[in-house]
C-alpha cells in the first residue's frame, strides 16, 4: 500500500531554518507532482509547494522566496528547505500528490518557531 512519511521537523527560532523530507513508497513516483502541505492550530490545511514530474516548483506567496522544494527519484523522497523561518510558519506539515489524495494523508511533522 502506497504510503508518504514525513520528518525533518523541530523547534527553531525565527529566521532559522529546516529541511523537511518525505519519503514516498509508491511505484509511479516519477510521474507524480509531489507537494507539501501545512495546517496551522486552528486553521485548514493549506497547499505550501509542489514540485512536477518534470521538477517545475511552485509556492504559496506566503512562502515564496524562503522555502525550495526538491525531489530525488532514486529515493523517491520529496524535500522541502525552509529558510528565514517566521513564526506564522509554525504548523503540521504534510506531503502527498497534487492533488492530495485523501488515503495519503500521514501523520506530518509538528515545525514550532519560536523564540
Known amino acids: 500500500q502506497a504510503q508518504l512519511v514525513e520528518s525533518g521537523g523541530g523547534l527553531v527560532q525565527p529566521g532559522g531554518s529546516l529541511r523537511l523530507s518525505c519519503a514516498a513508497s509508491?511505484?509511479?513516483?516519477?510521474?507524480?507532482?509531489m507537494g507539501w502541505y501545512r495546517q496551522a492550530p486552528g486553521k485548514e490545511r493549506e497547499w505550501v509547494s509542489s514540485?512536477?514530474?518534470?521538477?517545475?516548483?511552485m509556492y504559496a506567496d506566503s512562502v515564496k522566496g524562503r522555502f525550495t522544494i526538491s525531489r530525488r527519484s532514486a529515493q523517491k523522497t520529496t524535500y522541502l528547505q525552509m529558510n528565514s523561518l517566521i513564526p506564522d510558519d509554525t504548523a503540521v506539515y504534510y506531503c502527498?500528490?497534487?492533488?492530495?489524495?485523501?488515503?495519503?494523508w500521514g501523520q506530518g511533522t509538528q515545525v514550532t518557531v519560536s523564540s
Open positions: 502527498n500528490v497534487v492533488p492530495a489524495v485523501s488515503q495519503y
Open positions: 514540485a512536477s514530474a518534470r521538477g517545475i516548483a
Open positions: 509508491i511505484s509511479n513516483f516519477d510521474s507524480l507532482t
